[in-house]
Structures are given as C-alpha cells and as structure tokens.
C-alpha cells in the first residue's frame, strides 16, 4: 500500500526547477493558458493541423522554460494516455469510409484513421498541458487559481477535501485489506466477493463519520460558510504577458482556419 | 467572574440514546490544568463538545464567562480552543499553514497579524520547519503538535484536548508532553493516559456514566486504586505516582495574553 502512496506522492509534487519562471506564474494565469492550449486542440479538426502545431511549440516552451525533464512528464501522463490510445486505435477498424486498408482479418478505413490521428493528437495535448500544470503547481495553488477564477467554491472545497482525505482514505483501505489477506481471505470468484462488499460498507460509514468530525472540526474552530484565503493572488505583469502569449500562438492558426473555411 | 467553565446540572441525551451526561456541575478556574478521566462512554467526549457549543444540553453552562446558547457560539468558539482526538480530522487544509491560518482567518484577523499568529503557534509547538507541508506528510505526533498549534494560533483562554497521547510513541508522547507544560491556559484534557494525567494536571475529574464520581487533587485521585479500579482505570504496574514531577507549572496569563 505504502507503494501505491509513494506513488501518488510523487505525482502530486512538482517537477522542474521549482524557482523557474514558469513556476512562478500566479496559478491563474497557468490555469487560463494551459487551458486556452487544450481548448484550441480539442476544437481544432485535422486539416488546421497548424494548430496543433501551434499547441505543441507552446507546451515545448513552457516545459523547457520550467525546466520539466521528460522522464517526470512521462510519469503522470502515462497513466491516462495509452488507455485513450489503445481505445482511440479501435475506430479505424469500426468506422468505415474512404480508402479502405486491409490488415489481415481486420480492415482499417481511412476515415476512421483520420479520426483517430485527430483524437491521438487532441489527447496527447489535452494530458501533457494538464501534466505540466501539475509539474509546475502545487494542488492548493491549483485550488486557489480555479476559486480566484470564480470556479464555484462548493466545487473548490469538495476537491479540497478530496485531496486532503484521498491519502488517508487509501491507508485506511490498506489496512483493511491487510486485515482480511492476513485472515486467509483470497477471493478466487464473483461469489467470494461478499467480505469485499462488507468492507466498501464499512469504508463508507467510516468516511461519513470522519466527514462529521471534520465539520465538528471546523465548526470548533470558527467555520461559518467560507473558507478564509490565507495569501492573496496577485496577477503581475508577467502573468498576463504569459497569458497573451500563449493565446497569441495558438489563437491565430485557429482561427484562420474558421475564417478561411 | 473568575471562573473559565461553570455547569450546573448539565444534562444531555443523544437522540435514540441513554442520557449521556446526567446532572454534570463543574467549575473550573482560570489557569487550572483538569484531567477529565472516565471509562469509555462516560461522556467525556459529550461534556467536551458541550464547551463550545458543538452539542447543546439542558442545565446551565458558561465558559470563559459567555452563557453556551446559540447567539453566543461564535464568540465562544474564539475562546475554547478543542483539539480533537484524531489530527486527521482537525488537519483538513492541504498544507499546514493554510490550516494554522484557518481559525484566525475566521476571527477576521488581518493577514499580518495571522502570519505573527501561525509562527507564534508553530513555534510554541517546535514545528515550524513543517509549515509548508502537506498534513498527510507529517508522522502522528507532529500532526497532533500541529493540531495544538491550530487552536492556539486563536489564542483561546481555555484549551480542551481530547485524548491527546493516544496512538502516540513514548517518544512523541514525551515531546508532546514538553510542549503541553509549557503552554500556560487553562487545559482540560481528556484522556485514558493516567501517567500523563498525573504529570500534566493538578486536578483530576472522573466522569462516570455521565456523572462526576470523583474530583480532587489528582495526587490523591489516582492514589486511590480502589475509586480506578471501580471506573476501569488503571495506573500501568510498577508506575510510582510519588516520582512525578510536574516539570513546569506555570500560572496562567489573563485570557487574551499571548501565546
């Protein structure tokens, strides 16, 4: 269990040289930028594949401005991109149209290829943009950016206290589990799975308890609705220079293409 | 008004449940460190949550001189600092600071004024070098140090904690003891850790089905095996009460002074 803690650990910690420039942007304008890049590549059809290029010299940029090593980048996307992949290099056997090229007993069509490569490009900006906001933003300043940009504080704080608890919800499972493997249990069926469902009820009261004591916590310590901001954001010059950049290399190429279409 | 806590005839049922405290009178002055001891289900914990207000029974209740109603839980809540048993349920920012900072934060402090506040606390608890850290990445007693620093940053003129040694190592049970001679409020401390009780505390109170069955000079309460043994508490064998010494004891400020 400590494994799979460490692990988390280590994806939820920054990379990169923690003083560049890049880390040192109000998380807001990360937040807005690096959103802008997955919005244009995920709007953006194939043939503006100028596009995408744009969207990729960014995140080039800003990973070599804070310093990410590869390796680091790696390490958080892998555990959503090949599955989209893999899901994403079933559509050109499914969806039929244009030329058709055969594979053996699978036949792959070159429209459903085309969605494909859009898809596999869409996805690849989509997670290495969100892998680089987390390599250069700790989660709170990530919390604190979507609340300055008036994400709805309900939302805020729930992903607060999913951060917060996600570790000692993880432990306590482990713990469970080791409780049940050390009394023989090794479910083999469907059938056996009874102790298992016994133990999510379990996890679910304790959770529910805790989420009482916690307010009670709260509550105690003067809690009236709000969560109170400790440093305030401050938007500088460089962050919106950072922002006005970004907009001013991907905006372009995409928007020539819904002119020009 | 010299007195931090005064209950007359406290009565509280959970609803669907036996009476949890029946007729509590207590009256604790200021400076005054309590043991609050009692087997499980005595309503130690009921009693501790009935000082700011988070349960509101029958009978009458003041603490720090404010009457326990609905109208005056705000202000109460500045002045009773609870350090709940468990630091994972007090802990709940992402990152000590901004956790220390909470209730000071609440009171409507200015930020100077709360980072004065979350070093002050930090300090007092010998944690300072951890205020960037993540709570989860603290070991047990370091959250349960700063979990006291999260009520003290408030500066409230009456400390309740709430088993605060349990789940702790000798050694973290020592540190913790260090750091809680040298706070100088008002305490009440819950706890089914005698030892500590005896070390800490000049007072001993034992709550027994949600009555007081004894109240005195804790030398002499827990001197008296036959009284433990008859509310299930025990001092560990071979542990030699005469040899405590209560290492630091000082006379509490006026409410308000600083930490």
């Known amino acids: ?261 | 008004m010299t007195c931090v806590v005064e209950a007359r005839g406290l009565r509280y049922r959970y609803p669907g449940h036996h009476e949890a405290l029946c007729g509590v009178d207590l009256r604790i002055e200021h400076g005054e460190r309590v043991a609050l001891l009692g087997p499980n289900g005595a309503g130690k914990t009921t009693l501790m949550m009935h000082l700011n207000g988070l349960v509101i029974g029958e009978g009458e209740l003041e603490v720090t001189g404010l009457r326990v109603a609905k109208d005056t839980l705000r202000d109460l809540r500045m002045r009773v600092g609870v350090v709940f048993q468990d630091p994972d349920d007090q802990l709940f920012m992402p990152t000590v600071r901004e956790d220390v900072a909470f209730g000071p934060l609440n009171m409507g402090l200015d930020r100077a004024e709360v980072a004065e506040r979350i070093e002050r606390a930090l300090a007092k608890v010998r944690m300072t070098h951890v205020v960037d850290r993540a709570p989860y990445q603290l070991s047990m007693g370091e959250r349960r140090r700063v979990a006291i620093a999260t009520v003290l940053a408030m500066d409230p003129p009456l400390l309740v904690l709430d088993e605060p040694s349990a789940n702790l190592d000798p050694r973290a049970r020592r540190e913790l003891l260090e750091v809680l001679e040298t706070i100088d409020r008002t305490m009440l401390v819950t706890t089914h850790d005698l030892p500590l009780a005896a070390e800490l505390c000049e007072r001993t109170v034992i709550l027994a089905a949600g009555r007081i069955v004894a109240d005195g000079p804790c030398d002499e309460v827990l001197a008296d095996t036959e009284l433990l043994m008859a509310h299930d508490l025990e001092l560990p064998a071979g542990f030699a009460l005469r040899a405590i010494e209560r290492r630091s004891r000082p006379r509490a400020a006026p409410a308000g002074a600083p930490a």
């Not at chain 1, 400590?2 to 560049?20: F, K, M, Q, V, Y």
């Open chain 1, 1 to 261: 269990m400590s494994g799979l803690c460490n692990h988390s650990l280590e994806l939820t910690g920054l990379a990169g040289d923690p003083d560049s420039r890049a880390h040192r942007l109000d998380p807001r304008a990360k937040i807005v930028g690096l959103l802008a890049v997955t919005i244009v590549a995920v709007s953006t059809p194939l043939d503006l594949w100028p596009a995408y290029v744009a969207c990729v010299a960014t995140l080039v940029a800003y990973a070599t401005v804070a310093r990410v090593r590869p390796r680091d980048l790696w390490l958080r996307v892998r555990i959503v991109l090949p599955v989209v992949l893999v899901l994403g290099a079933l559509v050109p056997l499914v969806r039929s149209g244009g030329s058709e090229y055969d594979l053996g007993p699978l036949t792959a069509h070159q429209a459903g290829l085309e969605i494909f490569l859009a898809v596999s490009a869409k996805a690849l900006i989509g997670t290495f943009s969100a892998a680089l906001l987390a390599t250069t933003t700790t989660f709170p300043s990530v919390l604190r950016g979507l609340e300055g940009l008036r994400t709805p504080r309900l939302l805020v704080l729930i992903a607060a206290f999913m951060y917060r608890y996600l570790f000692v919800i993880v432990e306590e499972v482990g713990r469970m589990r080791a409780a049940l493997v050390s009394r023989g249990y090794n479910p083999r069926n469907a059938l056996q799975a009874g102790p298992m469902g016994r133990m999510v009820t379990a996890m679910f009261l304790r959770t529910y308890s805790r989420g009482e004591r916690i307010y009670q916590a709260m509550l105690a310590r003067g809690y009236s609705g709000t969560m109170p901001q400790l440093v305030p954001l401050s938007f500088r010059r460089a962050d919106a220079a950072f922002v006005a950049g970004v907009l001013l290399v991907v905006l372009p190429p995409r928007l020539l293409g819904v002119t020009g279409s």
